[in-house]
């Protein structure tokens, strides 16, 4: 059986069905597996020793679609759900089997401030849609596979290659993360060393908390690669994180997270730390959060209470533990 299983974004929505294509090539070892994504994603399935091959969506659907065609697949697992997934079951005329979105009730959820998003985890959610192939969950965390073995000492400087934190400060949205002020007073708060980590839209972000905090603090930000910046998550006793790709990428390598979270709620996406032994999902319950799914570039009434109001002592006790 050859099968392809399409998921074109984003960072955190693939990385959480790499154990679907985990399970499928262990319980189908016969069966050959293949991914599609978006080139800009590639980067999570390089190495993965469960994937025979990756295809790269083009920027002509038509030259996708015919790259799958050549293929002949038997099945088409689709976890994204979208027009072009449409469109190329269609095209293709390939059996295939859906992810259910549950895009109505998620709505609702959001605009309602409702809860009718059942507590299901994104992972599990993906799985529903191999069930007919008699695979079932092995138990095991998400895959990431770093591409090298760095070295602390290229990396970090002396004082923070041993024992330390990696907190990670980026996110794409500005609601996703927290401000300057309070993770000054969480790493204040915090026994260990701390390693900030996150893109170079951050990097001013971590001067300011480098600055206000001293030796504490080693400001990564910016200056290391995606995949040196994994390196460092794997190597961290603890990490703190927001909603954001590396912060769910942190999760492949078993560390105690703080999962922190501000406008958007991992009850809706269902993508709270997985198979993580030791987790604080740190939040607090307001009328109006989630304000969306994906986050905003500004809190909609101005205060942005879900982050400012959100208690430093459950995340520091919770890392000092570590």
């Not at 599609?36 to 469960?50: C, E, H, M, R």
């Not at 259910?100 to 605009?111: M, V």
Request: charged share 20%; hydrophobic share 40%.
């Amino acid at each position: 059986m050859k099968i392809l299983v399409i998921r074109f974004s984003s960072m955190g929505d693939i990385i959480y069905t790499t154990p679907v294509v985990r399970c499928l090539k262990k319980q189908l070892p016969d069966a050959e597996i293949h991914f599609l994504t978006k080139p800009a994603f590639q980067y999570i399935y390089n190495n993965n020793p469960y994937l025979d091959k990756l295809l790269l969506l083009k920027p002509e659907l038509s030259d996708t679609i015919a790259d799958i065609q050549a293929e002949k697949y038997d099945r088409i697992i689709d976890l994204h759900n979208n027009l072009r997934t449409t469109i190329i079951k269609l095209r293709t005329r390939i059996k295939s089997s859906t992810y259910k979105k549950q895009r109505i009730r998620k709505w609702l959820s959001l605009k309602l401030n409702l809860k009718l998003v059942p507590p299901v985890h994104l992972v599990d959610r993906y799985l529903k849609a191999v069930a007919f192939l008699g695979v079932k969950n092995d138990g095991l965390p998400i895959d990431y596979y770093i591409k090298k073995e760095y070295q602390l000492s290229e990396l970090l400087p002396p004082s923070h290659q041993s024992n330390y934190i990696a907190f990670v400060i980026g996110a794409t949205h500005f609601t996703k993360r927290m401000p300057n002020h309070k993770i000054i007073n969480i790493c204040r708060q915090l026994k260990h060393p701390v390693v900030l980590l996150g893109g170079a839209d951050v990097k001013a972000n971590g001067e300011i908390i480098a600055a206000a905090l001293g030796e504490k603090i080693y400001n990564a930000c910016g200056q290391t690669t995606l995949d040196e910046s994994v390196f460092l998550v794997s190597k961290a006793a603890s990490i703190i994180g927001f909603d954001t790709g590396l912060t769910h990428i942190a999760e492949a390598f078993n560390k105690p997270i703080a999962s922190v979270w501000g406008g958007t709620a991992p009850e809706l996406l269902g993508v709270q730390p997985y198979m993580v032994k030791d987790v604080l999902v740190a939040e607090i319950d307001l009328s109006c959060r989630p304000c969306s799914k994906f986050g905003l570039e500004k809190c909609p009434l101005g205060h942005f209470k879900c982050m400012n109001d959100l208690p430093e002592t459950p995340i520091t006790n919770f890392i000092n533990e570590y």
